[in-house]
Every structure is written in structure tokens, then in C-alpha cells.
């Protein structure tokens, strides 16, 4: 471990409340999308780190890694899909202006 | 002499890393917040290399940087009204939004400084060899499932941006 | 002769450590191979320019550059000169800053490609153990670059021309991705060194190219590789008759410069990586190593500038056609017929299950390809 | 498929046949290279090749065949002829040109003066290669600039100097007979007034 795993859970808690803040403060849905997939690599970095830490199964981190970088492109793929159904049919992506439920 | 020197340049990615993080919360334009996410991703690339994660360092960059930053540059481009800076990008719960996570990371940080973790130095590395084998050893029924979940959101995602 | 190069790195490197503290012998050996790369990347940019312009020439009946230099030689230096002293206009309402990153960021990939470029036997710059993958990483950002040009440049040619080329470059990396992996099937290694020592049997001439489906495997990563670097007849993106100049209509000076140097950079790298894939990288019976690389990549660079020089340009719907509905699906049964490859028993079985699967699989494709041709109308003329 | 090999096919012997045996193409249709090497070897340009026109005078630069008429400058259609009638001394105009200029930039080599000018006196060159420091003084030509010697014009255009003088001397001839059938008829009837033609023009106009 190059430098001490401390610092890299700081990292990624930092990393992590970032992209929270962005999911909560941004109004462009694509915004929020953005910033989740912020959360997801802050995941990804803890994996890797306690990977790095354990030596019962090392590989097990970086398996978990690899789904969780496959479900983050889904996630992406899906939600981008929504938005554009929205715009389409709401011609806005601004979050607060979208608030009813059957349009 | 050199081992400083690397840790060193492993702090700046890491601070860079939170630069270009914070850019992606706090630009405006959406078309720079996202090619800041790119500089976060390579960042966090390039930490996955120090942790000598080789392969996961180039699939990250490969699949982020490749498809996903791809897709969302497509939606931003698909959906206008984002670059003019008349419509504020913020709404108001900004600040209580920002005094609950920071206390939540001071909280988490004292945390992870005061428990002891157990460190132990000598682990073998994972190449991408030994991760072939525990993808298809030991871990092949979640890589089969992860294959049918893709497919599922594939054409579900075709069927909802479809213009029917 | 064979190991001229490193030899040469390291004399240099002795002569350093002699006054040097151990650890900085180890970065000044990094430095050494980064310094050769940084030469070798925009050298071999400029007399790529000059051999494509005097070939192209050629073809069609004319000398081309001979009035600089010999036979033209000092051309490229003095095209240097020009990007270098032409202004450098920036649309006004283009954001001024993505506009001045996207030339730089096609470049950082194209030059971060030669490090995994196995030029001779022991001369990688950096042997990665997922050397292969890390070049299709690499060469995966090139899209953003080319949508920050595109889309920096606020102006509708270039916005169509990023599309377009987004478009191709994706569609044309999981041809690519594919048809490379009964390469890393048959050497169980990502990386490209280990890749060519696979290839080092019969005195350096068993090549990949020589089984079925390494051949089909060459010329379809070797035409993706074309498409990838948006060369003819895949250069829809800068379609000159089209769009004016696709994504790089605003850039000029030198930008612009960039933005070619990175082209031809991903023409060598590209060809550098077939020959090291499927024709054997530095393998050969008795030159030495970095010759035999030197010339099969020039080779397969002739080959991409002899299409230039001959064939046109393909229509949007037949490039992502030819991609998605002939590529793909040759490359899945090239990779079925590789893994058959290696648990048939008998040789003479081997080679002819995977021909004749090969060839009924080609035969299929091409037939259900097949363009729709109208029945034939007859008109009859009013008298 | 095939046709696309067929086509590198082509286009390699191409590129190796030029190589191996360099042939000049001396015109367009035979095989082998085309270039020139422009500023050493020169296409010969054909001879109705138009470029800027010029004045042409017959023996000495001031007995030129313009007639100031100003047709040319009227056919003209960017404008670009300016021309103004000589007056000698007690204000009688004379069938001379005291200025007459051209604007360069503004000419576009379409030859319609030359088709216009009644006496031939204005004719398209074959030379082409003019530059200036600054577009107004030195790219309008004026009357000393332009003017030509018809040995000049015989050497660029021959058919059409041919043509030219044979016609002229036509002219001169029917004008002499009509001129002696003139001074015959001058013998038995009282001689009529002295001609309006001054005699010191030297063109009889048509």
C-alpha cells in the first residue's frame, strides 16, 4: 500500500459527500445524473482499497468493481432514457418543473 | 528519495481527483461539469494504477470514459436551455444541504482516523489474470446475471427513448 | 545490430549512473524512452504527411512535393512552419477554454498509445500486463476530444461532424475489440509483448495471419482501424464535399497542426498495433527486430494511404451497415470459430472446419447484406 | 468486393508504372506525369488565350489605330476603360486618344472590347504575369503602357494577324478605288468641297 488506507477512505468519503451535495443541490436532472455517477466511483474506490487490505480473497474487490462499473453504465443508459422521454414530452429537465405525477 | 516522490505525486491525483469532483457540482455550464467528471474519472484511474489495479484502472477508463461519458454527452446535447446562465443551476436548499454533509464527513473522517485498521502488507497482486479466473470461477453466476440485467436495461432503455 | 537500441540506452545509462544516486538512473531510464517516443511521435506525423502526399501524387499522374528539399523532403517542415505562423482565429462565441483543450486532448491519447507499442525485442517502452487493453482504452477518450472540438466550436458543420464521428468511432470499436480477442485467446496475455513472442515459432514466421480466422481477424481489426482514425473511405466525419471540415472547421494555426498530428499519429499506432497483433510485431527470420517492425508497419500504412489514393468516400448508412450488420457478426463467428480452433485435434481437421465455417459464414453474410435492388421498371416514353 | 480490389489493382500500376518507366504526358489524354515545373518549363498558352488587353500602334507608338471612339469603354461591362479626345491647339477634336487608361483589378479578361473595336485597335495578350505594390497607382495602366507594336501582336496571335491585315489591306484597297474613282468624277465635275477628314489622320475610317 503506497500510502496509508486512511487517507484513501478519506478520499472517497469526501468524494462521496460531493457527489451527494450535487444530487440534492442540482436542478438539471442530467445534473444529478452526473453527480450519481460521482457516488458510484467513490464506491469503487473503497472496493479497491479494502481489496488491496485483505488477504483472504484479493480478488473479490475488483470482481465487485467490475459489476459495479457495469450496473453504473445501466444506470446511466436508463436514466437517460427517462430524461429524454421527458424532455420530449415536457420540454424541460429541470427537476423542480417537472412536479406532476400524470401529464 | 523516490518512494517520497511517489507518494507525493499519489496525493496530487487524489487532490486533483477533489478539484475536478467539486467542478462537476459546481459549474454551471453542464458541458463542463461533465468534462470535469471526465478529469475525475482519469484521476481516479490513475489512483486505481497506484493500487496497482492495473485492469480495473483501464476498464474504468474504458467503459466510463468511453461509453458513459458518451451517453451523457449525447443527452446533454439532445436537451437545450443548458448552457445559458440565466436559469440558476442551483436550487435553494444549497446551504442546509451543505452544512448536513459537512458535518457528516467530519463525523465519518474522526471515525476512520480513530479506528485502527488491520493493514497487512503483503498481498498478492490481482492481475488481470487471476481476475479472469475468479470472474469465471467462483463468481460466474453474478457475471451470468450481470449479463441478463444489462440486456433487460438495454432494450428498456431503447423502449422508452423510443419516438413511438 | 538487433539489440542496437538498447544497447545504445544503455551505454547512456551507465555513463548517467556514474554520477547520478541509484534512484534517479531509474527515472532518467523512464525519461530516456519518454524523450525517444516524444521524437519519434511528431517525426514520424511529419514524413507520414510528406510519403502520403508524394504517393497520393503518384496515383493520379502527378510528382507531388518536390520543390523543398530533394524530393521534397524539407515539405514537412516547412507545412511546420506555416501551422505555426498562421493565426490562430477562435469563433467568438465558442467557449474559449473547451475550444483550446479538445486539439490537446486527441493528442495526449495518441502519443499515450506508443508507450504500449512493442517497437523490437525488448524495446516497450512500458510493458503493461494489459498493454492490449490500455491501447483500446486510449483510444476510447478520442471521442470525447473529438466532441469537445466539435461541440466548442459552436457551429453547425462541426456539431454534424462530431455526431458523425462519434457515432462511427463507437460503432466501430466493438468490431475492433472483438476481432482482437482470438489474438489474446490464443496467447493467454493482454500484453503486446507477450502477444509477439506467441507469434515466434518456425524462425519468426508464425504469424497469426496465417490461420483462418487470424486472417479474418487481421483485415477486420485492420479496417476498423482504418474507420477509427477516420481515414477513406471511412472519413465521413471531415467529409470535405459535405460537411466543410467536420469537427475541425474552426481550428486552424496551430490547432489545426494538432489535430492532424494526432490523425497520423493513430494511422501509425494503429497499423504499428495489426503488425504486432497478427503479422508478428518485430518477428522475422534474420533482420534485425525493429526493422521487421518498421517495415510492416509502413507497410500497412502504404495500404491505408493506398486507399486513400483510390477508394470513395462510404454513405452514413452503409458505414454503420458494414460496422453493425457485417462486421459484428463475422468477428462472433471468427472468435466461435478460434476457440474451435483449439480443441479440434488433428491439424488437417483444424484448418478445414474452420475454413469451410468461415467461408459459409462470409458466404451468409455477404448474401443477407445484399443491397434491395428494385425490380426493374420499364418506362415507356410518350411518343 | 471485387471491384474494389480491381480499383487498388489500377491504382498500384499506376503508381509503380510511374516510378519504373517516368513518361512526360505532353497532352492530357496520353499516360504518365503532368506536372510542369511552372517557373523552368512553361505551357505553351494556346493562342486565343486572353489576358489584359492592349493598344497597337503600326510603325511608331503615336500613330496608333485608336480612333478615341469610346465604344470600348461603353461595350465594357465592369467599366474599366477610361478615355479621353485629344484637342489640338485651336479646340478641333482629333481622331486621337490623350488618355487612355485601363483599371487592371477591374478587368476580367472577357475580350468583349476587342470584339467591339471597329478599327482593331485593341486586342487580348498572352502575358500574365503582372503585380503591383498597391491596387491604385501601379495596376491602372495608362496609354504608354498599353500600347503594343503590331509585330508584337503578329508574333502572339498569327491566324488572327492574318486575318487582320487581310482584311485591312481590303479596305485600303476598295478605299484607294473609291478614292481614284472619286478624283475621276472630281475631273469632269467641278471638284466638291475638300472631304470633312482632315488630312492628317492616317487611318481612312471605314
Same mark, same amino acid.
Given at each position: 500500500?503506497?500510502?496509508?488506507?486512511?487517507?484513501?477512505?478519506?478520499?472517497?468519503?469526501?468524494?462521496?459527500?460531493?457527489?451527494?451535495?450535487?444530487?440534492?443541490?442540482?436542478?438539471?436532472?442530467?445534473?444529478?445524473?452526473?453527480?450519481?455517477?460521482?457516488?458510484?466511483?467513490?464506491? +469503487?474506490?473503497n472496493l479497491i !482499497?479494502f481489496s488491496r487490505v485483505h488477504t483472504l480473497n484479493p480478488e473479490m474487490g475488483q470482481v465487485f468493481a467490475i459489476f459495479v462499473?457495469?450496473?453504473?453504465?445501466?444506470?446511466?443508459?436508463?436514466? &437517460?432514457?427517462?430524461?429524454?422521454? &421527458?424532455?420530449?414530452?415536457?420540454?424541460?429537465?429541470?427537476?423542480?418543473?417537472?412536479?406532476?405525477?400524470?401529464? | 528519495?523516490?518512494?517520497?516522490?511517489?507518494?507525493?505525486?499519489?496525493?496530487?491525483?487524489?487532490?486533483?481527483?477533489?478539484?475536478?469532483?467539486?467542478?462537476?457540482?459546481?459549474?454551471?455550464? &453542464?458541458?463542463?461539469? !461533465?468534462?470535469?467528471?471526465?478529469?475525475?474519472?482519469?484521476?481516479?484511474?490513475?489512483?486505481?494504477?497506484?493500487?496497482?489495479a492495473?485492469?480495473i484502472?483501464?476498464?474504468?477508463?474504458?467503459?466510463?470514459?468511453?461509453?458513459?461519458?458518451?451517453?451523457?454527452?449525447?443527452?446533454?446535447?439532445?436537451?437545450?436551455?443548458?448552457?445559458?446562465?440565466?436559469?440558476?443551476?442551483?436550487?435553494?436548499?444549497?446551504?442546509?444541504?451543505?452544512?448536513?454533509?459537512?458535518?457528516?464527513?467530519?463525523?465519518?473522517?474522526?471515525?476512520?482516523?480513530?479506528?485502527?485498521?488491520?493493514?497487512?502488507?503483503?498481498v498478492a497482486?490481482v492481475?488481470?489474470?487471476a481476475l479472469?479466473k475468479a470472474l469465471?470461477g467462483v463468481y460466474?453466476?453474478p457475471?451470468?446475471?450481470?449479463?441478463?440485467?444489462?440486456?433487460?436495461?438495454?432494450?428498456?432503455?431503447?423502449?422508452?427513448?423510443?419516438?413511438? | 545490430?538487433?539489440?542496437?537500441?538498447?544497447?545504445?540506452?544503455?551505454?547512456?545509462?551507465?555513463?548517467?549512473?556514474?554520477?547520478?544516486?541509484?534512484?534517479?538512473?531509474?527515472?532518467?531510464?523512464?525519461?530516456?524512452?519518454?524523450?525517444?517516443?516524444?521524437?519519434?511521435?511528431?517525426?514520424?506525423?511529419?514524413?507520414?504527411?510528406?510519403?502520403?502526399?508524394?504517393?497520393?501524387?503518384?496515383?493520379?499522374?502527378?510528382?507531388?512535393?518536390?520543390?523543398?528539399?530533394?524530393?521534397?523532403?524539407?515539405?514537412?517542415?516547412?507545412?511546420?512552419?506555416?501551422?505555426?505562423?498562421?493565426?490562430?482565429?477562435?469563433?467568438?462565441?465558442?467557449?474559449?477554454?473547451?475550444?483550446?483543450?479538445?486539439?490537446?486532448?486527441?493528442?495526449?491519447?495518441?502519443?499515450?498509445?506508443?508507450?504500449?507499442?512493442?517497437?523490437?525485442?525488448?524495446?516497450?517502452?512500458?510493458?503493461? +500486463?494489459?498493454? %492490449?487493453?490500455?491501447?483500446?482504452?486510449?483510444?476510447?477518450?478520442?471521442?470525447?476530444?473529438?466532441?469537445?472540438?466539435?461541440?466548442?466550436?459552436?457551429?453547425?458543420?462541426?456539431?454534424?461532424?462530431?455526431?458523425?464521428?462519434?457515432?462511427?468511432?463507437?460503432?466501430?470499436?466493438?468490431?475492433?475489440?472483438?476481432?482482437?480477442?482470438?489474438?489474446?485467446?490464443?496467447?493467454?496475455?493482454?500484453?503486446?509483448?507477450?502477444?509477439?513472442?506467441?507469434?515466434?515459432?518456425?524462425?519468426?514466421?508464425?504469424? %497469426?495471419?496465417?490461420?483462418?480466422?487470424?486472417?479474418?481477424?487481421?483485415?477486420?481489426?485492420?479496417?476498423?482501424?482504418?474507420?477509427?482514425? +477516420?481515414?477513406?473511405?471511412?472519413?465521413?466525419?471531415?467529409?470535405?464535399?459535405?460537411?466543410?471540415?467536420?469537427?475541425?472547421?474552426?481550428?486552424?494555426?496551430?490547432?489545426?497542426?494538432?489535430?492532424?498530428?494526432?490523425?497520423?499519429?493513430?494511422?501509425?499506432?494503429?497499423?504499428?498495433?495489426?503488425?504486432?497483433?497478427?503479422?508478428?510485431?518485430?518477428?522475422?527470420?534474420?533482420?534485425?527486430?525493429?526493422?521487421?517492425?518498421?517495415?510492416?508497419?509502413?507497410?500497412?500504412?502504404?495500404?491505408?494511404?493506398?486507399?486513400?489514393?483510390?477508394?470513395?468516400?462510404?454513405?452514413?448508412?452503409?458505414?454503420?451497415?458494414?460496422?453493425?450488420?457485417?462486421?459484428?457478426?463475422?468477428?462472433?463467428?471468427?472468435?466461435?470459430?478460434?476457440?474451435?480452433?483449439?480443441?479440434?485435434?488433428?491439424?488437417?481437421?483444424?484448418?478445414?472446419?474452420?475454413?469451410?465455417?468461415?467461408?459459409?459464414?462470409?458466404?451468409?453474410?455477404?448474401?443477407?447484406?445484399?443491397?434491395?435492388?428494385?425490380?426493374?421498371?420499364?418506362?415507356?416514353?410518350?411518343? | 468486393?471485387?471491384?474494389?480490389?480491381?480499383?487498388?489493382?489500377?491504382?498500384?500500376?499506376?503508381?509503380?508504372?510511374?516510378?519504373?518507366?517516368?513518361?512526360?504526358?505532353?497532352?492530357?489524354?496520353?499516360?504518365?506525369?503532368?506536372?510542369?515545373?511552372?517557373?523552368?518549363?512553361?505551357?505553351?498558352?494556346?493562342?486565343?488565350?486572353?489576358?489584359?488587353?492592349?493598344?497597337?500602334?503600326?510603325?511608331?507608338?503615336?500613330?496608333?489605330?485608336?480612333? !478615341?471612339?469610346?465604344?470600348?469603354?461603353?461595350?465594357?461591362?465592369?467599366?474599366?476603360?477610361?478615355?479621353?479626345?485629344?484637342?489640338?491647339?485651336?479646340?478641333?477634336?482629333?481622331?486621337?486618344?490623350?488618355?487612355?487608361?485601363?483599371?487592371?483589378?477591374?478587368?476580367?479578361?472577357?475580350?468583349?472590347?476587342?470584339?467591339?473595336?471597329?478599327?482593331?485597335?485593341?486586342?487580348?495578350?498572352?502575358?500574365?504575369?503582372?503585380?503591383?505594390?498597391?491596387?491604385?497607382?501601379?495596376?491602372?495602366?495608362?496609354?504608354?503602357?498599353?500600347?503594343?507594336?503590331?509585330?508584337?501582336?503578329?508574333?502572339?496571335?498569327?491566324?488572327?494577324?492574318?486575318?487582320?491585315?487581310?482584311?485591312?489591306?481590303?479596305?485600303?484597297?476598295?478605299?484607294?478605288?473609291?478614292?481614284?474613282?472619286?478624283?475621276?468624277?472630281?475631273?469632269?465635275?467641278?471638284?466638291?468641297?475638300?472631304?470633312?477628314?482632315?488630312?492628317?489622320?492616317?487611318?481612312?475610317?471605314?
Amino acid at each position: 500500500m503506497p500510502i496509508p488506507l486512511e487517507h484513501i477512505l478519506i478520499f472517497s468519503t469526501l468524494l462521496f459527500s460531493i457527489g451527494l451535495y450535487g444530487v440534492l443541490v442540482r436542478r438539471n436532472v442530467i445534473g444529478i445524473l452526473i453527480s450519481i455517477e460521482l457516488i458510484l466511483n467513490a464506491v +469503487n474506490v473503497n472496493l479497491i !482499497a479494502f481489496s488491496r487490505v485483505h488477504t483472504l480473497n484479493p480478488e473479490m474487490g475488483q470482481v465487485f468493481a467490475i459489476f459495479v462499473i457495469a450496473l453504473a453504465a445501466l444506470a446511466a443508459t436508463v436514466g &437517460l432514457a427517462i430524461v429524454l422521454a &421527458l424532455y420530449r414530452v415536457k420540454q424541460t429537465i429541470y427537476a423542480d418543473e417537472v412536479n406532476l405525477l400524470k401529464w | 528519495m523516490l518512494i517520497l516522490a511517489s507518494k507525493l505525486f499519489i496525493y496530487a491525483i487524489l487532490f486533483l481527483s477533489l478539484v475536478a469532483a467539486l467542478g462537476v457540482v459546481m459549474l454551471p455550464n &453542464l458541458f463542463h461539469s !461533465a468534462l470535469s467528471l471526465v478529469a475525475t474519472l482519469i484521476g481516479i484511474a490513475a489512483l486505481y494504477l497506484a493500487l496497482q489495479a492495473e485492469f480495473i484502472a483501464v476498464v474504468q477508463v474504458l467503459l466510463y470514459v468511453g461509453a458513459v461519458m458518451t451517453l451523457i454527452i449525447f443527452a446533454i446535447m439532445l436537451t437545450h436551455r443548458i448552457g445559458d446562465q440565466t436559469v440558476p443551476q442551483k436550487n435553494q436548499q444549497s446551504l442546509p444541504a451543505f452544512l448536513a454533509l459537512a458535518a457528516f464527513v467530519g463525523m465519518v473522517s474522526t471515525l476512520i482516523l480513530q479506528s485502527n485498521w488491520p493493514v497487512s502488507e503483503t498481498v498478492a497482486r490481482v492481475d488481470a489474470l487471476a481476475l479472469g479466473k475468479a470472474l469465471l470461477g467462483v463468481y460466474i453466476f453474478p457475471f451470468e446475471i450481470i449479463s441478463v440485467v444489462l440486456i433487460a436495461g438495454l432494450v428498456g432503455a431503447v423502449v422508452i427513448a423510443r419516438k413511438d | 545490430m538487433d539489440s542496437l537500441f538498447v544497447n545504445l540506452k544503455k551505454g547512456l545509462l551507465d555513463f548517467l549512473s556514474s554520477f547520478l544516486p541509484a534512484d534517479f538512473v531509474m527515472i532518467a531510464s523512464a525519461l530516456v524512452s519518454i524523450i525517444a517516443i516524444a521524437i519519434l511521435g511528431p517525426f514520424t506525423m511529419m514524413y507520414l504527411t510528406w510519403f502520403e502526399r508524394k504517393l497520393i501524387s503518384r496515383i493520379q499522374n502527378r510528382i507531388g512535393p518536390n520543390r523543398v528539399g530533394i524530393f521534397g523532403l524539407l515539405q514537412p517542415l516547412a507545412d511546420g512552419v506555416k501551422m505555426l505562423t498562421k493565426e490562430d482565429i477562435v469563433p467568438d462565441g465558442a467557449d474559449k477554454v473547451v475550444h483550446f483543450l479538445a486539439p490537446v486532448v486527441t493528442v495526449i491519447p495518441a502519443l499515450l498509445v506508443f508507450s504500449v507499442v512493442p517497437f523490437g525485442r525488448n524495446m516497450a517502452a512500458v510493458d503493461l +500486463n494489459v498493454g %492490449f487493453l490500455f491501447f483500446i482504452a486510449v483510444s476510447a477518450t478520442t471521442t470525447i476530444a473529438i466532441f469537445m472540438g466539435s461541440w466548442a466550436s459552436r457551429n453547425k458543420f462541426s456539431l454534424l461532424g462530431g455526431m458523425r464521428s462519434v457515432a462511427q468511432l463507437v460503432s466501430y470499436e466493438v468490431p475492433m475489440v472483438l476481432s482482437a480477442v482470438p489474438v489474446i485467446l490464443a496467447t493467454g496475455s493482454l500484453s503486446t509483448v507477450s502477444i509477439v513472442e506467441a507469434q515466434s515459432g518456425w524462425h519468426g514466421l508464425k504469424w %497469426f495471419v496465417f490461420t483462418p480466422w487470424g486472417l479474418v481477424a487481421f483485415v477486420i481489426f485492420y479496417l476498423c482501424g482504418v474507420a477509427e482514425c +477516420n481515414r477513406t473511405p471511412f472519413d465521413i466525419p471531415e467529409g470535405e464535399s459535405e460537411i466543410v471540415a467536420g469537427f475541425h472547421t474552426e481550428y486552424s494555426g496551430m490547432k489545426f497542426a494538432l489535430w492532424y498530428m494526432a490523425e497520423f499519429m493513430n494511422v501509425f499506432t494503429i497499423s504499428g498495433l495489426t503488425a504486432t497483433l497478427f503479422l508478428g510485431g518485430y518477428q522475422g527470420p534474420f533482420l534485425p527486430s525493429w526493422v521487421w517492425f518498421f517495415t510492416k508497419t509502413y507497410a500497412l500504412v502504404f495500404v491505408m494511404m493506398w486507399f486513400r489514393g483510390t477508394l470513395p468516400r462510404l454513405r452514413v448508412d452503409q458505414l454503420m451497415g458494414l460496422a453493425w450488420k457485417f462486421f459484428l457478426p463475422f468477428t462472433l463467428i471468427n472468435l466461435f470459430v478460434a476457440g474451435l480452433w483449439f480443441f479440434l485435434p488433428t491439424r488437417g481437421l483444424r484448418v478445414g472446419v474452420s475454413l469451410a465455417l468461415l467461408a459459409v459464414s462470409f458466404g451468409f453474410l455477404v448474401w443477407v447484406n445484399k443491397p434491395f435492388v428494385p425490380e426493374k421498371r420499364m418506362y415507356e416514353f410518350a411518343e | 468486393m471485387l471491384g474494389v480490389l480491381r480499383g487498388m489493382g489500377i491504382t498500384f500500376k499506376n503508381f509503380v508504372t510511374s516510378y519504373l518507366f517516368p513518361r512526360r504526358a505532353d497532352s492530357l489524354d496520353t499516360a504518365g506525369m503532368v506536372t510542369v515545373q511552372y517557373p523552368e518549363e512553361r505551357l505553351l498558352e494556346k493562342e486565343r488565350f486572353r489576358n489584359f488587353p492592349f493598344l497597337i500602334y503600326d510603325k511608331t507608338p503615336d500613330d496608333l489605330r485608336c480612333v !478615341a471612339c469610346d465604344i470600348c469603354a461603353k461595350e465594357c461591362p465592369p467599366k474599366c476603360i477610361y478615355i479621353v479626345r485629344e484637342f489640338d491647339k485651336d479646340g478641333k477634336p482629333l481622331k486621337r486618344p490623350a488618355v487612355f487608361d485601363i483599371d487592371l483589378t477591374v478587368c476580367m479578361n472577357c475580350g468583349i472590347c476587342e470584339e467591339a473595336c471597329p478599327f482593331d485597335a485593341i486586342f487580348m495578350d498572352h502575358e500574365f504575369e503582372i503585380g503591383g505594390a498597391e491596387r491604385q497607382q501601379s495596376l491602372v495602366y495608362h496609354k504608354d503602357q498599353l500600347l503594343k507594336p503590331a509585330t508584337y501582336f503578329a508574333k502572339i496571335r498569327p491566324t488572327d494577324h492574318a486575318t487582320i491585315e487581310e482584311k485591312r489591306r481590303k479596305e485600303a484597297e476598295k478605299k484607294a478605288a473609291a478614292a481614284k474613282q472619286s478624283s475621276q468624277g472630281a475631273a469632269q465635275t467641278p471638284p466638291p468641297p475638300p472631304p470633312a477628314v482632315p488630312p492628317k489622320s492616317p487611318q481612312p475610317n471605314a
